[in-house]
């Protein structure tokens, strides 16, 4: 490994802790597990359940590590470098495919006024992979306004390919082949990001500061959002996400993470370590790499750059999904490609911190096939095992009743819960403490969207376990996702979506419960915090997709508005209104009409 | 399909006719850099572990 990329003192011990404290953890709920299953006799069943919660209890303790070391007392503050003269040469590139071309172009303009206000020179090009004519056409039509507007003629580029080769990854690699050699950086957006000049020159600048440092990633905040799903996210992104981001900071050292927009690269670098080949075979695990992200922050480190995540860079947004299905739509292609990294664990010349993150990013979906096997080998457990036994001796006057082992059964759901909750609360903690909490609309508010999103992402939980499941299943199973398009402002759902798309998450819960009921009617009530959400799962998606006013779940960007934030609304407002007026009218098919400015 | 915006609709909305403005350029400058393919697959078949495999049982034999 590169000596520059060996994890020091401060990220050595951060790594150690979070073992440590993941193991200590696992190991208690497995021994906890093994002594209440060990009461009628230890099977091969239960040496199952032992297993499966180790793992499982493992994965949730590492999450709740990155949380707490990334705590806001531990953060160690850097000063930010200011832009050297001469500029590097820098290309902020947008990689679009069947994307909105109002909303789109509008960040554009937004950005580029922005970029110019911050003293930033670089030029912008738009990377269509847009495979509909018609969609197309639109595209380019906004992209004539968007130099009349900006004046960016010749700064300012639109290119489409009529191959789409490698979809994303491909098609900045595409740009690279061609103009690479014209920039020294790029920073690599979405068609949904947004990023002030601010946040672009900081980016800049740190890669003027050291000429190791391959990528740069930012913490994009998640803006925009309307319905009680999306603002529970963007909450949860805007208030957790930054405690969690330095955990990983801290954790990760120089091989961080690339998340695939809203960072900066050296072209040099990503040219020389990142031509990602085609996996042989078909897909789910052959063929393209989906998860090109993280494999392209693996192959940076592994050519001797350093990638470093850095959450403290202001002025960097995106917008989430808005609802149940869009995000488990998504979840379903990060799976497909999180699953094809287990092709990559044996990569020749891969730092073993790469390896790993490649084993977290396999985990992060598998976990929910092992929680829902261990409910069902806790089940079949229960239901198989010998009655007991009041008499053990012959000749006995009086009954032994035999030990319950509902103590270790609480224990272990105490643990399990403290450790989705514990992390939470801490930041909340901290956050009340920092007076961070102004941001979200103060203590109360702040501390009712805490609970609420507990509450939330509870009642969610098991609909998330089984799209997890059923994703994991698919994939195993050689079925293709594919990449399908994004589906951005898709919005309110009725219930009768919610039951077109939840109906047989509603048949596994009656399923389970019933079977359950009749069997073993003493394990109902344990059951019942997964099953009853289950039954629920068309008035969920549903509910969770109407809008939500601000007062509950608020961020700092909806207190006051970014000024690249509100560029962009003001853009957009104003094109909306000019774009319906036109004979060239894109509204066809488009998503334009559910774009409300916040 | 949009039917409305055709061929003509756009070319009417590009800013050709504006002063100086010249040929609309789409494409960012050429300038070709080498993206150099990674190796990610290794190679190991059954045949390299039967060859492990050999040698290993022919040194414990000597």
Not at chain 1, 416 to 432: D, E, N, R, S
Not at chain 1, 465 to 479: C, E, F
Not at chain 1, 494 to 512: C, M, P
Request: contains cysteine.
């Amino acid at each position: 490994m590169h000596s520059h990329l060996s994890p020091d003192r401060p990220t050595r011990l951060c790594r150690l802790l979070a073992l440590s404290f993941s193991l200590i953890a696992a190991i208690t709920a497995s021994l906890l597990m093994a002594e209440a299953a060990a009461r009628d006799g230890f099977g091969a069943l239960d040496g199952a359940r032992a297993a499966l919660i180790f793992l499982t209890t493992a994965w949730l303790a590492w999450g709740a590590s990155l949380a707490l070391i990334g705590a806001p007392g531990l953060q160690r503050r850097r000063a930010q470098p200011d832009l050297r003269m001469p500029q590097p040469r820098t290309v902020i590139l947008i990689p679009i495919c069947n994307e909105d071309p109002l909303t789109t172009f509008a960040r554009i303009a937004a950005i580029d006024a922005s970029v110019a206000e911050a003293g930033v020179t670089a030029d912008i090009a738009v990377l269509s992979d847009t495979r509909d004519e018609a969609a197309a056409r639109r595209e380019r039509f906004a992209f004539a306004r968007l130099l009349r507007e900006t004046g960016g003629e010749g700064r300012i580029f639109y290119r489409r390919r009529t191959q789409n080769v490698g979809r994303k990854a491909g098609n900045i690699e595409d740009f690279f082949r061609r103009s690479g050699s014209a920039y020294d950086l790029a920073v690599i957006l979405d068609a949904d990001s947004l990023m002030s000049g601010e946040a672009i020159r900081t980016m800049i600048a740190r890669m003027q500061e050291d000429p190791k440092l391959g990528l740069l990633q930012t913490l994009p905040r998640i803006i925009g959002a309307r319905s009680l799903f999306g603002r529970a996210l963007q909450f949860a992104a805007g208030f957790h996400g930054p405690v969690f981001s330095r955990g990983l900071a801290r954790m990760q050292g120089a091989t961080g993470p690339f998340w695939g927009h809203n960072a900066i690269v050296r072209v040099r670098a990503f040219a020389g370590s990142c031509g990602l080949p085609e996996l042989s075979g078909k897909p789910p695990f052959g063929g393209h790499i989906l998860s090109h992200d993280y494999v392209e922050a693996a192959l940076l480190a592994r050519g001797g750059w350093k990638v470093e995540v850095d959450p403290s860079i202001a002025g960097s947004y995106e917008e989430g999904p808005d609802n149940v299905l869009s995000f488990a739509r998504r979840d379903r292609r990060w799976c497909q490609g999180n699953l094809q990294h287990s092709r990559l664990l044996l990569a020749p010349g891969l730092a073993s911190w790469s390896r790993f993150v490649f084993l977290q990013n396999i985990a992060a979906y598998v976990v929910s096939t092992l929680w829902a096997a261990f409910l069902v080998a806790s089940f079949v457990a229960t239901v198989t095992a010998p009655p007991p036994n009041y008499f053990p001796e012959a000749h006995q006057l009086y009954p032994v009743f035999p030990n319950t082992s509902t103590r270790e059964i609480t224990m272990l759901v105490f643990g399990v819960v403290g450790l989705l909750i514990i992390p939470k609360l801490t930041i909340l903690t901290g956050a009340i403490a920092s007076n961070r909490v102004q941001g979200f609309g103060g203590v109360i508010r702040a501390t009712s969207s805490v609970l609420a999103e507990i509450v939330l992402t509870t009642l969610l939980a098991p609909l998330m376990l089984l799209y997890h499941s059923r994703a994991v299943l698919q994939v195993l199973s050689g079925q293709d996702g594919g990449w399908p398009a994004n589906q951005r402002g898709e919005g309110l759902l009725g219930l009768a979506d919610g039951w077109r798309s939840g109906r047989w998450i509603v048949l596994v819960g009656a399923t389970a419960l019933t079977t359950v009921y009749w069997i073993a009617p003493d394990l109902l009530i344990w059951l019942l915090p997964v099953g009853l959400p289950m039954l629920a799962a068309p008035f969920l998606i549903a509910w969770t997709s109407r809008p939500l006013t601000h007062a509950l779940f608020r961020v700092p960007e909806e207190i006051a508005s970014p000024p690249v934030v509100a560029t962009y609304h003001e853009v957009c407002a104003r094109w909306e209104m000019t774009w319906k007026n036109s004979p060239a009218e894109p509204s066809a098919g488009m998503a334009v009409e559910h774009h409300v400015p916040a | 399909m949009d039917q409305r915006l055709n061929a003509k609709d756009f070319e009417d909305a590009l800013p050709c006719d504006a002063p100086d403005s010249g040929p609309l350029r789409w494409a960012p400058p050429e300038a070709p850099l080498a993206m150099q393919k990674q190796v990610l697959e290794t190679r190991t078949s059954w045949a390299d572990l039967a060859l492990v495999g050999r040698l290993f049982l022919s040194r414990r034999k000597a």
